[in-house]
């Protein structure tokens, strides 16, 4: 089976890329801006890192660093691109396997004197990472700390376009993966005086690394049962169009401003109806079970073309029952793309607001007893209409 084409037919449900005019409307731009530029691309062998990778190479850029630290994933993103026949690829091309908070990174980053456009991929992206106080810290080291750090290492080398991505759950957030998404648009546009600076607010990216539907997969090739949340619908793009999405917004955007993919509400999926129709493409009839320990003990008797699953109501931490992109009082354009609208005329954050706020994060985690209580209340005062959901359980403790 192809996994491409039961997106397209089964999750998405579109025959051809939702962005393909506005890429074809905007051609001609795009070769312009990205041709002959040396180009960063952060946590770029993450699925839609290397989705835009893919993206952007066509307009011959002159030089691509790619930074992650999965060194496994650098491999294949490399024998991926290498493999796509026609494929551009720069002379000037290399993979780093290193941090992008690291010393190492920081002295390869002077020593090549920046970069004309710098996309950075790198983010803890999980609900699931606010199980406790390590993973928070952890979360917003990465997506807040480190990416100041980075920041402030850009304004001695300004490049001409710097993108990072965002989510829809920083739309008046419920969990602290969505909060410190909300609070890195507040910091990048605290240094949108020094260089342009642009961002999308994104759906969930169909089979993406890590994500559920992407675990269905893994469970069909282990035999084993599949579990999945029967009452959350959300939106989808596929990875095709992930990687679209974020070259429109850091190549075409103006500086300040959040992108996000027009969808309709019609358009959302649930996850038990992506796993009921992935098991009947591999020839299996779902047999639904009341619960985890079920599934498990029918997965060993079950006749070849049955397929034991938990569909159940979500009750862990930090679940929004609903997706948007945009809230009450932002500002939007859905005339200058047909199929992307942009939020605009965002201001320049409080600078000593914003800062103080990483300046009392640093204080707390350098604190032994600190607590997830604590940083919730941290973030509370930041962020007023950020209203934190605790149910006490994880979904660490579900398949």
């Given amino acids: 089976m192809d996994i491409n084409t039961f997106i397209l037919k089964y999750v998405v449900k579109r025959e051809q890329s939702l ?17 002959d530029k040396s180009v960063l691309v952060i946590g770029g062998a993450g699925s839609i890192g290397s989705s835009f990778i893919k993206q952007i190479l066509p307009y011959e850029p002159k030089t691509l660093v790619v930074v992650d630290i999965n060194e496994n ?27 992008y908070a690291s010393k190492v990174f920081e002295k390869m980053f002077v020593n090549r004197g920046g970069f004309d456009i710098v996309a950075n991929f790198s983010a803890h992206k999980h609900v699931r990472s606010e199980k406790d106080v390590y993973s928070i810290e952890a979360l917003l080291r990465n997506n807040v700390l480190s990416l100041k750090k980075l920041l402030d290492l850009m304004v001695n080398f300004p490049p001409e376009e710097y993108f990072c991505v965002s989510t829809d759950k920083a739309a ?9 998404k909300r609070i890195m648009e507040d910091l990048i546009f605290l240094y949108s005086d020094r260089f342009p600076v642009k961002t999308a607010r994104f759906a969930n990216v ?7 539907p992407a675990g269905f997969l893994e469970r069909i090739s282990k035999h084993q049962p599949l579990s999945a ?5 959300r939106y989808f793009v596929s990875l095709e169009e992930s990687g679209q999405i974020c070259m429109l917004a850091g190549i075409l955007g103006n500086n300040r401003e959040i992108f996000y993919p027009k969808l309709k509400e019609t358009q959302m999926m649930s996850f038990d109806s992506i796993a009921t129709n992935l098991l009947k493409e591999y020839g299996y009839m779902p047999v639904e079970c009341s619960s985890d320990e079920q599934a498990l ?7 070849k073309d049955k397929y034991p699953v938990h569909y159940s109501v979500s009750d862990t931490s930090g679940e929004k029952e609903y997706e948007e992109f945009f809230v009450d009082g932002e500002v939007i354009d859905e005339k200058r793309f047909l199929a992307l609208g942009v939020i605009v005329g965002k201001e320049i954050p409080n600078r000593k607001k914003l800062e103080g706020l ?6 707390e985690f350098a604190s032994l007893k600190t607590s997830k209580e604590n940083i919730v209340d941290i973030l509370e005062d930041y962020l007023p209409n950020f209203k934190h959901i605790e149910t006490g359980k994880s979904l660490d403790g579900k398949m």
């Fill in 73 to 99: 994933g650098l491999a294949e993103l490399t024998r991926d691109i290498r493999s796509t026949d026609g494929l551009y690829i720069p002379q000037d091309y290399v993979t780093y396997p290193m941090d």
């Fill in 297 to 303: 003990h029918m997965m060993k008797d079950v006749e």
């Fill in 19 to 35: 962005f393909a005019q506005d890429i074809l409307d905007n051609r001609s731009q795009l070769y312009e801006k990205i041709k």
């Fill in 206 to 212: 169909a089979f993406s690394n890590g994500s559920l």
């Fill in 172 to 180: 008046n957030p419920v969990n602290i993966m969505g909060a410190s």
């Fill in 229 to 233: 949340p029967k009452d959350v619908k």
């Fill in 358 to 363: 990483c300046d009392r994060l640093e204080q």
